[in-house]
Structures are given as C-alpha cells and as structure tokens.
C-alpha cells in the first residue's frame, strides 16, 4: 500500500469519526398532514449529508399546539425543532422564546421566501421559523357533480351561489354531500374557519376598544349561514369535523365542495389517494359583496427553541427541509404537483409547476389575503383566521367549543354567541385590554 493511499485511508477515517462524534439526534414536533408525512419518509436524505439522525413527534394539530406552547412556555426542553405557524411565531419570537434565523447559508437564499410567508413568520424584521409550506384557502370542487348540477362555478363566487350549489350537489342516497366544511373545536381548526368566513359577513373579533363584537347581526348571520348550509347539505357529524377528516371525505367522493387549505389540492388530485382525482376543479373562496373573500393566510413552519443544546444541527435540519433543494427531492420522488407550496417565490417561476392545474389559483389565494387589513370595518389586530395577541388561543378555543356545541344542535346560535360574548370579554379584561 502506498503512503498516498494509506494517507487517503486515514483522513477518511477520520472524516467519518468526526463525523459521527458531532453526529445529533433531534426531535421534531409536527403535525400530521400529509405533507410532513412525507417529509419523514424522505429524512434518510438529510441522515445521509450531515449524519444526524431524526425522531419524529407526530401530533394531530389541537394536540401538537398544547404540547409545543406547554413545552415552550415552561422551558420543558422536550424538542429541538418545533412545527408552528404564523400566529405563535412573532409573540414566541418577541418574547425571546425562538432561536433568530438570521444567519442562514447563502445558498439557502432566504430572500426566496414569499414577502407575505416571511412577513408573517419575523418579528421586527427578524426571521425566526422557516416556511415548510404556505397556504390560504380556496374552493376544491367536484367538475363532474357541478356538471349534473347544472352550474358552472365562477372563479370568484358569491356564499349565495355556494350554498345553492351545494343543495343542488347533494345526493342523500349516493352519499354524497354537496358542501364539507370544518366544524371541528380548536382555533385552528373550526375556530380558523369560521373567522375566515366571518371576514367575509361583515364580522370581527373586536372593535378598535378590544370590546367583542359576538353580538353583532354580523356574527348571527355567519354562523345561521353556515349551520343552515351545513345541515342542508353538509355530512353527519360535521361538528367533529376537520382538516383530515374532510380530505378523506372528498377523497372518497363523499364531497361536493370543500373549502379548506390550498395544499390540499394535491392530495385531492393524487390519483393514489384520492377516488376523484381527475374530477377537481378550484376558485377563489367565497365573498358577500363587502370587499372581503374568506380566504386565510397561513404557514407551518420550523422553529428552534431558544436555549437549544443542539441549535446547530437543528439549523441544519431547517435549511434541508424548507430548502430549494428539498423541493426537487420531493418532484423528483413524487412528482411537481406533491411538492410543498406557498413558500418560495422561485416555485411560481418554474414552469414545471406552474403546469400544475392549482399552481395559479393557490398564489393568486395567498397574494389576496391581507392580515393587516382582513375584516370590512376597522379592528386592531393582525391577522386574518386569528387575531395576534397572546390571549387569543385560549380564548378562541373556548369560544369554537361554543359554536361546535351549537352546530350539533346542543345548543342555539344565540346562546353560542352570548356565551362567545362573555367569555371573550371576562378573558380580554382580565388581561387588561379593557
């Protein structure tokens, strides 16, 4: 052997003790939807190039928001990198909870992020969780049940149209529901809904006093709308509905209409999943005529807990997974249509996926919704689905357990609305708003 090979050998060598001596393991919180399960079966890519190894926490998303605030909160230390989104973003990032992701590589190029995705997840022009994806929300529809109906959708409908479709859609003996929409408790789940759609009613959460505004004809016209609507057409237990639970229902042919997260377009077009991939059409969610649609904003993104032991490699991770690169894994695994959206400007410059049939609409959905401008009078919060101020998940937790309990006819859409009232003012006084 000569000494040049022998020299070759032991630099390899110790390449690979250094590397695996500096080798993490880290744990990530995320949530179960389909996009970050697909991340999990592509993180052997990530092993492979730094040598550190993943454990996955994978909650539905009511629980994974308890866990990850508890965690954060208490300083609990239980994951390195965790799944959240752009209401916990700039509060836990003011509050000096997040690692700054203000040092990312050159070729990571942060500048390729979305203005409205980076503005949403910074706090004083400081980034501190990276997009995995972004969404608003938008309508998926069935083209051939629309076709039978008789209708043709128009790409910015009125609620009005929408209801009458749905009836129209609905076929009681098929099984087929004409309309699934989320009922399900949680902030971000029913609660993220129904706000959105509220926008669009004339509605808000608060006046410029932070006096709750529940008791508004605005508010009682959301929500008899959306439970008269619901229970003319929408599926059996639609109050314990959400996000998953109507994919599937649309999946298996089951729905009319869904308006929920753009990044379910390519789950509902994806042949291996669902029953009516070929039959999907898409258009802006709907309006009343008042200057507001009923689309929100959104992203799930990564963040680093401050005070970290493994901030490093969990930057590392951060980069891979939101990264330019991760986006060609995935349409090199899965095709261009199952790649994440919503958060890179250069994906909407690349012909390959602007061939994608929903590629248009979900950046024409993400660029229309406007958090600093959401509800037709004027409010003082941020936020279109939330209102940014540190005491609204709790609040609106309650007050969507109320409007639940009202869909399932436990309750009136009066008494929902008064109790709303009175639990959102007792909380707003109590943190000294009022």
Not at 78 to 101: C, H, K, Q, R, S
Not at 356 to 370: H, N
Request: hydrophobic share 45%; charged share 20%; with cysteine.
């Amino acid at each position: 052997m000569t000494k040049s090979i022998r020299a070759l050998l032991g630099a390899t060598a110790l390449t690979a003790t250094a590397f695996a001596a500096s080798a993490e393991t880290l744990t990530i919180a995320t949530v179960n939807n389909g996009d970050m399960i697909r991340m999990q079966g592509l993180t052997a890519d990530f092993t492979a190039k730094t040598g550190h190894e993943v454990e996955w926490v994978t909650l539905e998303e009511n629980v994974l928001r308890q866990r990850v605030t508890t965690d954060i909160s208490t300083k609990g230390g239980a994951f390195d990198i965790m799944t959240i989104g752009m209401y916990e973003t700039p509060i836990w990032g003011a509050n000096g909870w997040l690692v700054a992701l203000d040092d990312l590589s050159e070729e990571y190029d942060a500048a390729d992020i979305l203005p409205a995705m980076a503005g949403g997840l910074s706090h004083d022009g400081t980034l501190y969780a990276a997009p995995f994806y972004g969404e608003s929300s938008m309508i998926m529809y069935r083209t051939d049940l629309m076709e039978k109906a008789g209708l043709e959708m128009p790409e910015a409908p009125t609620w009005t149209f929408i209801r009458e479709a749905a009836a129209a859609m609905t076929d009681r003996d098929a099984d087929i529901n004409g309309i699934c929409l989320r009922g399900k408790a949680g902030w971000g789940e029913g609660g993220a809904f129904i706000t959105a759609m509220s926008n669009s009613f004339g509605a808000r959460w608060f006046d410029m006093d932070w006096n709750a505004q529940f008791d508004t004809e605005a508010w009682a016209n959301t929500l008899n709308f959306y439970k008269g609507m619901m229970d003319e057409s929408g599926p059996a237990g639609y109050a314990t509905n959400g996000f998953n639970e109507n994919l599937s229902l649309f999946q298996q042919g089951k729905c009319g209409m869904w308006i929920d997260a753009t990044v379910a377009a390519s789950f509902v077009t994806n042949p291996n999943d669902s029953t009516v991939a070929d039959s999907v059409g898409f258009a802006l969610a709907p309006d009343n005529g008042l200057g507001k649609r009923s689309n929100w904003l959104w992203a799930w993104a990564l963040a680093i807990p401050a005070g970290s032991q493994k901030a490093d490699a969990a930057k590392q991770f951060v980069e891979w997974a939101t990264s330019k690169d991760y986006i060609e894994l995935v349409a090199a695994n899965e095709g261009w249509a199952n790649v994440p959206p919503g958060a890179r400007t250069s994906l909407y410059e690349n012909p390959n996926y602007m061939e994608v049939p929903f590629a248009k609409m979900t950046l024409q959905s993400i660029l229309s919704a406007d958090p600093n401008n959401s509800t037709v009078e004027e409010s003082p919060y941020v936020g279109v689905q939330f209102a940014a101020i540190p005491e609204f998940a709790g609040i609106a937790t309650d007050v969507s357990q109320e409007f639940s309990a009202a869909y399932a006819g436990q309750q009136t859409i009066e008494e929902a609305l008064e109790k709303a009232q009175a639990i959102t003012n007792d909380a707003m006084e109590a943190a000294g708003y009022r």
